[in-house]
């Protein structure tokens, strides 16, 4: 999203010119004319000369931003040509002037619109506005590059500002509706922000994400995620609980509403309205996946294990991706585990060959799936959920010394 090369602006010093304005004006580069200005604020004359220094510091930002451009420019037209190789790029000092830009154009556009002496509002920098609408991909390309050099926190600026600056009343004269990157940059702006803790700008970014059709369900859950990190007291939860339920009225097959308000309900100790809102989507569709895998988990609590590992191994059949599929198979092999960890500790005395036998068939239960979800968790950050499980199943079925055994006592960090 290279955009267009631009035109500088001049920066004549007037007769009227204080000395202050006068020494930030005949500096060379961005950094010493920030300096200056910073240094020298409460000595420029007015509003007008504010909106003078801002503009140097603006023009010094784009000579350095117009400079990267037409480097760019020149390598992909020669590139067109069939000419191999091109010159370097500064990218990040190139990204880093896009920053300076804004944050000097602004604040330009801030004093030039200041009315005079006279009460009169006369902007001279007329042009900036639309120089800094233009160079707003520059930010998306900026927050992409710092995404790339593993820089969250500068990504997020950039693209933050993509964001803000749409809803800037600088450029209100520009539509929105016309800007066709405006809701997919917001969704990654509302991440970050989610991440940051920064919740009142995830909020205000996450409206627009939902707006876009690719990312309408990933957008709802991010939105959930934001509503629910706010939550201190119990009253903050049983309102989050009815905007839930509000949503899920207008939605009732979207599975992330239903988990999430099944258990905010449980967590609420609404256990019975929770489990009503599951057995009623059941009643009207056997096959939801959501429903399936919240009754698995709500059996599984109440200690019902072969309930839970049927209502888990349904979902199990229609779970979409592998971290869903770790965390299934993960549990169903938890219930088979408690169901027979329980079963044996109400064996009084040594158990039979033929008990033993009983038991080692749900215990190898157990491991099918912890085995399954171990195999698919190729990074083991999952681990918590079927190492010592695992481990506990192989050491009564297999021995303490079994290779299997050890193998997954060391999984499990067991000693």
Known sequence: M?????????????????????????????????????????????DAERAKAYNKLYELAMKKVNAEQTVQLRNETNEKM??????????????????????????????????????????????????LYLLRGQLINGGIFFQGAKDDKTAYKFLARYVDTADDPVFAKFDKSKDTNLNEIAFFAAYYAYDNKDFEKAARYIEYAMKSQERAKEAQQLQLAIL??????????????????????????????????????????MQDK?????????????????????????????????????????????????????????????????????????????????????????????????EAAKQLDVTKSHKSNWAYPLYGCYYFVKGAQAP???????DAGVQ
């Open 2 to 46: 290279l955009a267009a090369l631009m035109l500088l602006g001049t920066s004549a010093a007037f007769a009227g010119d204080s000395d202050a304005l006068k020494a930030i004006l005949k500096a060379q580069t961005y950094s010493e004319a920030k300096s200056l200005l910073q240094s020298s604020q409460s000595q420029l004359a007015n």
């Open 82 to 131: 069939g000419q191999k190789g091109g010159e370097p790029v500064d990218e990040q000092g190139l990204y880093q002037a896009v920053d300076n830009a804004f944050d000097a154009g602004l604040e330009m556009v801030k004093f030039d619109n200041m009315p005079n002496e006279k009460g009169k509002v006369k902007p001279r920098f007329t042009t900036v506005i639309d120089q």
């Open 228 to 269: 629910g990190a706010q939550l201190k007291t119990r009253q903050d939860s049983i309102a989050y609980a009815e905007k839930l339920e509000a949503i899920y009225s207008q939605d009732s097959s979207n599975d992330a509403i239903l988990t999430t308000l099944t258990s905010t309900y449980s967590g609420l100790g």
């Open 274 to 370: 929770a489990e009503k809102l599951i057995n009623a989507q059941l009643a009207k569709n056997p096959n939801s996946y959501g429903a399936l895998v919240m009754k698995g988990q709500f059996e599984s609590q109440k200690k019902n294990y072969d309930a839970a590992a049927d209502c888990l191994s349904k979902a199990l059949a229609l779970a979409k991706d592998d971290d869903s599929r770790i965390a299934i198979n993960a549990s169903i092999g938890q219930c088979w585990f408690y169901k027979a960890q329980e079963r044996v500790a109400e064996v009084k005395g040594v158990l039979t060959k033929a008990a033993r036998e009983q038991f080692n068939e749900v215990y190898n239960k157990a491991i099918q799936y912890l």
């Open 404 to 410: 299997e055994t050890q193998a997954a006592a060391a």
